[in-house]
Nanobody, 120 residues
Framework: QVQLVESGGGLVQPGGSLRLSCAASGMIVRVNVMGWYRQAPGKQRELVATIVSGGDTIYADSVRGRFTISRDNAKNTVHLQMNSLKAEDTALYLC??????????????WGQGTQVTVSS
């Protein structure tokens, strides 16, 4: 019932910046949580950052101080500003939401992902 469209990934040099965006659409009543996970080849998916409906945020220790998550409630959109990027940040970044719709109530939805590659 919820569709997520991610954008903003790409190739960037170490120390550079990228801004990821994720827009949710559908018959959304309320967005409880939106955020980003990432998965690199051979590794398990890990949480990067999330923001809850009240505005509180959670960051992985590895990105705290470098990444900032924000939201635009009017557009049901979440952004991830990534600064001081490192090679180890290279991964497929997946948007996530737990949202309520008129049809299904609160449930999880995952985006297809946007690739971030940090390399010189």
């Amino acid at each position: 019932q919820v569709q997520l469209v991610e954008s903003g990934g790409g190739l960037v040099q170490p120390g550079g910046s990228l801004r990821l965006s994720c827009a949710a659409s559908g018959m959304i009543v309320r967005v409880n949580v939106m955020g980003w996970y990432r998965q690199a080849p051979g590794k398990q998916r890990e949480l990067v950052a999330t923001i809850v409906s009240g505005g509180d945020t959670i960051y992985a220790d590895s990105v705290r101080g470098r990444f900032t998550i924000s939201r635009d409630n009017a557009k049901n959109t979440v952004h991830l500003q990534m600064n001081s990027l490192k090679a180890e940040d290279t991964a497929l970044y997946l948007c996530y939401t737990n949202s309520r719709t008129y049809t299904y109530g609160s449930h999880d939805t995952w985006g297809q992902g946007t690739q971030v590659t940090v390399s010189s």
